[in-house]
């Protein structure tokens, strides 16, 4: 049951994109699921547009079998995460684990850099499509890509159609 569902969500501690975080929120609780948020070493996260992210949990206290899905939000502060082994082996356990793991704009990178995107067709924001194509992802330029139960999109203005993805993934 969607009511059921939890997901986390994964905020830059500044500059996260404040719809790429918003909208898939708000999509995803509309329909009952609950959201954890997480950042690294703040209690509000700030987003590039100035919306505020209450905190729940530092990135150091997630475990990925407690979530069914884990998202990646983008925005200019995403790449804090690009090499933070904690995020990466995060996302190597979501989908381990066979959950839905979703990154919006940069992020996509995260799961790139963490090898999970190897042989998957993924998207993201074009400053990024050189590096998910070294590492083995089928670059699609779509504005949002789904692949097996990972999520991709490009930035703000896939948000709404994101988070959409992401509910249809977790219903099944």
Do not use: H, W
């Not at 969500?9 to 909208?23: G, L, N």
């Not at 475990?63 to 995020?87: E, L, R, W």
């Not at 998207?123 to 998910?132: K, P, Q, V």
Request: charged letters at 20%.
């Amino acid at each position: 049951m969607i009511k059921e569902k939890n997901v986390l969500m994964v905020v830059a501690p500044r500059d996260f994109r404040d719809e790429e975080y918003q909208k898939p929120r708000q999509v995803l609780e509309s329909a009952g699921v609950r959201i954890t948020v997480a950042s690294k070493g703040v209690k509000v996260a700030t987003g590039m547009l100035g919306a505020s992210a209450q905190v729940d949990k530092d990135l150091s206290e997630i475990k990925a079998v407690d979530y069914n899905a884990i998202v990646f939000v983008g925005g200019v502060g995403a790449s804090v995460y690009f090499n933070d082994q904690t995020a990466l082996e995060l996302a190597r356990q979501a989908v381990g684990q066979g959950k839905v793991v979703g990154a919006i704009c940069i992020a996509p990178s995260i799961l790139a850099n963490a090898g999970i995107l190897q042989g998957k067709s993924a998207t993201c924001f074009s400053s990024e499509a050189e590096n998910l194509k070294s590492k083995g992802a089928n670059y699609t330029d779509q504005a949002v890509t789904v692949d097996g139960n990972i999520v991709t999109a490009n930035g703000p203005g896939a948000a709404q159609d994101f988070g959409q993805k992401i509910l249809e993934l977790l219903g099944d």
